[in-house]
DNA sequence: TTTTAAAATGTAATCGATTTCATTATAGAA
DNA sequence: TTCTATAATGAAATCGATTACATTTTAAAA
């Protein structure tokens, strides 16, 4: 292991203080461009690099910014991750990403563990079990600027991107009865979440505006993973609906993977809805309709309103708005939902 | 901004020295258990945290990991960032998470900023397009410990963990010729990447061994994603094979989608095999056969291993030894690539 | 009780960059 | 040329924890 140059290196080598050194390499309006030009060129030639955890130190910061994810294997969390690091890579903030697994214990400890890590902000999703939110009051206290997106807690103080879920569950549902289905089914997660328990009333609002009755006996609520999912799908299959709207891709397909391996068809004899556009559903047979939802963007958003808020922080001004920002969704037709003229080879 | 509570008010409230407080905290048998209780209620009183920033500028260490990627979404990826993150959790160390998108000039960018970042090590599979290695020098010459893990640099001095994918790329072919299949197409990708270098040698060798010819127009090279692989997939189609061995599960499904889109029935009229066992495997009809290869595990060993060398290095020991390892991995038959008795009754 | 080894604690330097508050150099004005 | 305002640079404190080395306490041995 050898040494590092430092800035003292470089104020021996130049005869210069490191006062300089430091202001030149800062690009300073102080320091005069000749001089500036000799220390860029020796820090250059000694192969001087900037030790930036003494220099966060001493401008108690730690130019880190948290993620706090429910899971990451999706191809939602991978599309938000590629957002959000595309804007703090160019504002040159790192990010330290942890997950929960969904579980709201370990999203406590992660919480409690970046705010140790001195993160100067925090970005998150929550998890599904995730019921008080308390440990994100050491945040709030220290006014360490927080943004939630996606499954965001109703009424905390913070910025929030969302998309319109209830928009989103009622288009789907409303497309569905276009469709002529009448009995649908509905898949959801823990109605804590706002996502779902949006979702849900879209749903409900939906069937009602059409003059169907709304049959909880057709709701289910559970974690999503595979076994769940198949437990609840065979439960439903009691009431004998015509249609599911599952509030996640991936349940969906394993639905419908289940549904066809037992013989029913999909369109014709159950219609299918999805919800986050994974990539998934367009691999599988029939194409999987859903609502696309713009996981980078969301991420980009988040990102750069949390960088916004870090910085005018830094200024003094202690911005206590808390502006909530609406992405939009759209409806992604596809075969899985459309009963007549089911076209081949529809791409994407 | 509230100031935060340090070792230095610790001690003026408990009339020691930061020394005892530090070392207090540390569980250092140097105090007396007495001492360390009243240190740690006091610190637990007010509030204490340790400034992590502080501690390691003065151990000289960032107590973080680099971890560079070709890519992040793949199910394959979140599987090994799951097991770095569980060991690097356990030893309490950060990671910073780079990804290139199989692009070598953002790897090369990205493994100067890590190691501008000062991490303790790095953990790195190569993106496609990288052809030379120069940009881990830095870590060499610093004596920084660098893991290599899936894809690695062949004549690199340092660790590396892999599985045996020649032996895995033999056993896939014996598996399609065994079926019966006789015109195997292979897709496969830059033969700079030692993993599908050596799945390809252990095509062609399978092919021998089993008195077939190996026809290089049965071999195609292509990025992978979406449209590239549906190309060469057409442009394989001209030769007429009875099946694909294709290096990548997302691959191939995107072929069988096309392929039984066209009115191609799998594996009646051709077999398939991928490569990776991606959860898309099981969700899609006929079930894809394929190489199971354990991304956690991957991670779990590239990150012990990573975090030993970082140890005995600190212990002054600069251990030159580089082990390679070899997990295992196994052929995993499902439907796609078995001709008789396909039991199940879908559609069609 | 005194001596001595071990245990416990303290002092102060250190990590490397930043920044406040001097101090010195320089250019233009008088 | 002298003065002054400004530009450029420097000295030293600072961020908070760690640790080599020094000193004091304590307990056991004599």
Redesign the interface.
Known sequence: ??KQVTIYDLARALNLSTATISRALDDSPLVKPKTREKIRAMADKMGY??????S??RKQQ?RTIGVLLHE??S?FS??V??GIEKITTREKY????AHSGEDGEREIANTRNL????VDGLIVSLAMSTVATDHFNPFF???IPVVFFDRVAKKMPCNKIVIDNFKAGYEATTHLLQQGYRRIAHITASLQRNVYEDRFRGYKKALTDHHIRFDPLLVESCSLNREDTLAVMHQLLKQKPDAFFITND?AA??CM?EL????I?IPEDIGMMGFNND??GS???PRLSTIDYPGTRMGETAAQMLIDKIKT?KNGKATAEHKSVIISSTLLIRESSVKKARQ??GHK
């Open positions: 292991m050898e690099r900037q030790n930036l955890i003494a966060n130190l730690s990451v294997n191809y991978t599309s991750l590629a790192d990010i330290l990403i705010f140790n890590k001195r206290e220290q006014g991936f397909a394993v993977d066809q391996r037992s013989g068809r990539i998934l691999l599988i047979n922080k081949r080879r």
